[in-house]
């Protein structure tokens, strides 16, 4: 079970890749507004799926952890009532003792029992919420008009596409999962166990840039005047949080005590 829904969840995020990669290239200055609405349907679609299959996968994973602590105490605890009522006419010390210990025992593997309920009625709630939800939520650029936009932070996370140059003129772009830690840039790309430097941030600059025929694109330059990397938010509040970010953290105000 848990190894169909975690090929089920991979290939939910394998079809969200798809159709973030399919609204990344619409075009800017010759926009399809039927083209960009049909586009952003199916990122949602695909977002409302990678949700579902991973809030499916997760439960399955908690209930087999909980499985995992009962499963030697269930046979041991049968075991040893056996043991005990085989011996219990010469041992009559020993099985006291024992009572005690067996009752904890039971307790115990009762309350996990409890534990994995309440789990599992707490994630058929939230699978039932996330069914009900607006499809706005899962729709990139839903409020481009009026983004509640939050210019104070000094750390941010989330998927950035990544600008490679393959050539003299030509260039790829990656979908990359970026992080803020201290001063510094992190990208850690899918599978990886962690993250790794990718830009050093402080005394930085970075600025908005016109990439091709792509939105939402930023530039990050070192202290020295030289071009660093080019990256692509989906959103543009992601593109201002990201900018207002970097700004801050370039600036070490991670570093005072009231960083607002």
């Given at each position: 079970?848990v190894?169909?829904?975690?090929?089920?969840?991979?290939?939910?995020?394998?079809?969200?890749?798809?159709?973030?990669?399919?609204?990344?290239?619409l075009?800017?200055?010759?926009?399809?507004?039927?083209?960009?609405?049909?586009?952003?349907?199916?990122?949602?679609?695909?977002r409302?799926?990678?949700?579902?299959?991973?809030?499916?996968?997760?439960?399955?994973?908690?209930a087999?952890?909980?499985?995992?602590?009962?499963?030697?105490?269930?046979?041991?605890?049968?075991?040893?009532?056996?043991?005990?009522?085989?011996?219990?006419?010469?041992?009559?010390?020993?099985?006291k003792?024992?009572?005690?210990?067996?009752?904890?025992?039971?307790?115990m593997?009762?309350?996990?029992?409890?534990?994995?309920?309440?789990?599992?009625?707490?994630?058929?709630?939230?699978?039932?919420?996330?069914?009900?939800?607006?499809?706005?939520?899962?729709?990139?650029?839903?409020?481009?008009?009026?983004?509640?936009?939050?210019?104070?932070l000094?750390?941010?996370?989330?998927?950035?596409?990544?600008?490679?140059?393959?050539?003299?003129?030509?260039?790829?772009?990656?979908?990359?999962?970026?992080?803020?830690?201290?001063?510094?840039?992190?990208?850690?790309?899918?599978?990886?166990?962690?993250?790794?430097?990718?830009?050093?941030?402080?005394?930085?600059?970075?600025?908005?840039?016109?990439?091709?025929d792509?939105?939402?694109?930023?530039?990050?330059?070192?202290?020295?005047?030289?071009?660093?990397?080019?990256?692509?938010?989906?959103?543009?509040?992601?593109?201002?949080?990201?900018?207002?970010?970097?700004?801050?953290?370039?600036?070490?105000?991670?570093?005072?005590?009231?960083?607002?």
């Open positions: 079970e190894s169909t829904l975690k090929d089920l969840f991979g290939l939910a995020s394998n079809e969200h890749d798809v159709s973030m990669a399919k609204y990344s290239r075009p800017k200055r010759k926009e399809n507004e039927k083209l960009k609405v049909e586009v952003a349907k199916e990122v949602a679609n695909a409302r799926k990678q949700h579902l299959s991973s809030l499916q996968y997760y439960c399955a994973l908690n087999l952890q909980y499985r995992k602590r009962v499963a030697m105490m269930e046979p041991m605890l049968g075991y040893t009532r056996g043991q005990i009522n085989f011996f219990k006419k010469g041992a009559e010390m020993f099985s003792r024992m009572d005690s210990f067996l009752s904890s025992v039971s307790d593997v009762q309350s996990i029992q409890e534990e994995l309920d309440a789990e599992a009625e707490k994630m058929r709630v939230s699978q039932q919420d996330l069914i009900a939800v607006n499809e706005s939520v899962y729709t990139p650029d839903s409020d481009v008009t009026s983004p509640a936009i939050n210019r104070n000094i750390q941010k996370a989330g998927y950035l596409n990544l600008r490679n140059k393959t050539g003299l003129v030509t260039t790829t772009w990656e979908r990359l999962y970026f992080f803020t830690q201290g001063g510094n840039l992190m990208c850690q790309p899918r599978g990886a166990v962690a993250g790794g430097l990718i830009q050093d941030l402080d005394n930085c600059s970075v600025m908005a840039v016109d990439c091709e792509r939105r939402y694109c930023f530039q990050i330059t070192t202290p020295t005047g030289k071009v660093g990397i080019t990256l692509q938010a989906e959103s543009k509040k992601e593109y201002e949080e990201w900018i207002c970010a970097i700004n801050n953290i370039s600036r070490q105000i991670y570093l005072t005590d009231n960083p607002e």
